[in-house]
């Protein structure tokens, strides 16, 4: 464990993840700078550290502070090319992110989870197998609990999502088990280009060795070739193929194979539905099973998980058209799997900050699916000329107004769709917030003929 006691020790960002480093230093001695770029009278709650010796730096990121300082702790969000991080860098300090921080403290084996799409309910599935398995598991890390506030607690597994954000600050961070789900463009609002992106996945590689375990999409060359040079076991699931050795799908089941034995479970047992659900599935079993979880355990648990707030589901059916809350969707990959699990006419509600990410692979999966597509925020104009010559596209000014307009312009026996492969931003604090507007919107509809 690191000793901080008398260090003056940055943390960069006052979010919830900044808040626990907060806490976590003042708890081991450290004095604690805490850096935010909204003003004091933004943040009028931060007044109780202050009185508990926190020095407030808010409404910029001073750049004598980050210098002076022993360390740099910075939360998720937070970019290293922060010119206050730059210079501290410059003159030596060490800059570390919430995730590195924390598994110094921590001892109980980790299962890191990253990827394009899906991590959340990876992660979430994993959870309730080790919970079911009888063992006492920490889920977290970019899913919402920060991995920081685990240090305190005794666990036998540590399960925790992990962003590209999170991977570019680590420096000793070593998982047991590494699972690299997809690749697809994302985050490109933060990073030049798409190898800058890939190149912070690959972290999640950097310190495993040869008691660490790999488990990868064996049907994603880019996985693939980033997990390459690591020197670990590799261990893949497939939907495409069926592999002589690790997870496939075969038909309508999930076939596990390893040290010469096979078991088979039948995916109709799921409550997740759709082909990126089975991947998930496949990939959160691969660990327990690994471990010597037994197979029935396992199953039953990844079974009765019925899914994720905010990732496609289903609202309420109304005239006959049924309605999907997926405003966890905010990528472009995400939405094109989520289109794929339904039928036409489909009235796709998107939009919202847009990521730098090229739209062209969304409008390919709407067209002859998407009967109307209704547009919302910022990104409102670059989908509209992406969609052109095959979608059908309305603006709207607000979510609620793009309800309205998609209750009256649905037809009986369509769906609508809330799936924006846009981050919230522009319009909203979180997809949390966003996906609850529009579940409030669309509980409020009258029947047709009622109002």
């Known amino acids: 464990m690191a000793a901080y006691d008398g260090q003056q020790v940055v943390v960069v960002g006052a979010g919830r993840t900044g808040l626990a480093l907060t806490a976590f230093f003042l708890g081991r001695g450290a004095r604690v700078v805490l850096s935010d770029s909204r003003s004091a009278a933004d943040r009028p709650e931060l007044a109780a550290l ?50 590195e921080i924390a598994c110094r403290e921590l001892t109980a084996p980790l299962v890191a989870v990253t990827g394009t799409n899906g991590k959340s309910t990876t992660t979430c599935l994993l ?80 310190n495993m060795a040869d008691g660490d375990v790999a488990v990868l999409n064996g049907d994603d060359p880019q996985v693939l070739a980033l997990a390459e040079s690591a020197p670990c076991r590799k261990v893949l699931f497939s939907s495409s ?35 990126h659900n089975l991947e998930n599935v496949m990939a959160a079993l691969i660990p327990p099973l690994l471990e010597g979880c037994p197979a029935e355990i396992a199953w039953a648990a990844v ?19 049924v309605w999907y809350n997926d405003s966890k969707g905010t990528n472009v990959g995400s939405v094109v799997k989520s289109l794929a699990g339904l039928e036409a006419p489909v009235t796709l509600i998107a939009g919202g900050r847009d990521k730098g990410g090229d739209y062209a692979p969304l409008a390919e999966a709407a067209a002859g699916k998407v009967a109307l597509s209704i547009l919302i925020g910022e990104a409102a104009e670059r989908l509209e000329k992406s969609f052109q010559g095959k979608v059908i596209t309305q603006r709207a000014a607000t979510l609620e107004e793009a309800v309205l307009l ?23 604090s979180s997809y949390t917030e966003r996906g609850e507007a529009f579940v409030k919107a669309v509980n409020q509809l009258p029947a047709k003929g009622e109002g």
């Open 50 to 99: 202050a009185a508990r010796g926190v020095t407030l730096d808010c409404g910029g990121h001073n750049p004598e502070l980050f210098v002076a300082a022993d360390l740099i702790a910075i939360s998720p969000g937070v970019p290293l090319t922060l010119p206050a991080i730059v210079a501290a860098r410059q003159q030596g300090v060490p800059v570390l992110g919430e995730i």
């Open 303 to 321: 079974c009765a998980f019925g899914g994720l707030e905010h990732r496609m589901v289903r609202v309420r059916e109304l005239d006959g058209v």
């Open 406 to 428: 998609a209750h009256q312009m649905t037809p009986c026996g369509g769906s609508v769709l809330l799936s924006p492969a846009c981050s919230s931003f522009d319009m909203f």
């Open 127 to 206: 959870g309730e197998v080790f919970h079911s398995w009888g063992k006492k598991s920490f889920v977290g890390g970019n899913l919402g609990t920060p991995l920081i506030e685990a240090v305190d607690e005794q666990w036998d597994w540590l399960l925790a999502e992990l962003s590209s954000f999170q991977l570019e600050a680590i420096d000793t961070f070593r998982p047991r088990y590494g699972l690299l789900l997809n690749l697809s463009p994302d985050h490109l609002d933060r990073y030049p280009d798409m190898a800058a992106y890939l190149a912070a996945k690959q972290q999640l590689f950097l």
């Open 241 to 275: 193929s069926q592999l002589d050795e690790g997870m496939s799908l075969v038909g309508g089941e999930l076939v596990w194979r390893w040290a010469g034995q096979e078991t088979r479970f039948s995916a109709g047992q799921l409550q997740l539905c759709g082909s």
